[in-house]
């Protein structure tokens, strides 16, 4: 559904500091903070792939079962523990290859999110992406900025910033 997070171990990507976005024609408003990371770059766990990550958590129950069926825990559980108050927010876990990228969580207002890969404003910087470790970003997204009243109301759908 939404695809891995990565970052080279040189520091090139630009991480977490990502604008938010301003509702442009599109209607698309950045939400969420990054709570969690796990970076392969920094604690290696072959074989990973995005779908390995990928969840839309609604409750506490459901991040518990998400972080119980990590691959490599012995790598990859710590770092991507996080306190979230599920009572009015949700958590998405955005996994994307990174090549010079930032990611953003992007919503429309009316409960559907997706993950964004933003590029770099020089194109020239890009790494090749296949050789990129993954990374992980575990993010808290309040209900309200959803334009939800309930958890259930939120859908994961990676069409929304699909051209």
């Known amino acids: 559904m939404v695809t891995v997070a990565s970052l080279l171990a040189v520091g090139a990507c ?3 500091d990502v604008p938010a976005a301003t509702g442009g024609a599109d209607g698309l408003v950045s939400v969420g903070t990054s709570v969690a990371t796990w970076s ?3 604690a290696p766990a072959g074989g990973v792939t995005e779908d390995d990550f990928t969840a839309l958590l609604r409750t506490q129950d459901e991040y518990d079962s998400w972080l119980d069926g990590l691959p490599h825990q012995d790598v990859t ?3 991507l523990t996080a306190e979230i108050d599920f009572t009015d ?4 876990v955005a996994a994307h290859p990174i090549c010079d990228e930032s990611i ?8 559907t999110i ?26 808290e ?7 939800v009243d309930s958890a259930g109301q939120v859908v994961l759908d990676p069409t929304l910033v699909e051209p």
């Open 104 to 111: 953003r969580v992007l919503t429309d207002g009316a409960g």
């Open 114 to 139: 997706a993950s964004d890969a933003v590029p770099p404003a020089d194109p020239a910087s890009q790494f090749v992406c296949e050789w990129s470790p993954l990374r992980v970003n575990v993010y």
């Open 89 to 92: 927010s949700v958590a998405l």
């Open 40 to 42: 392969e770059d920094s």
């Open 77 to 79: 559980r710590d770092p």
């Open 14 to 16: 630009a991480g977490d």
């Open 141 to 147: 997204i309040p209900l309200a900025d959803l334009g």
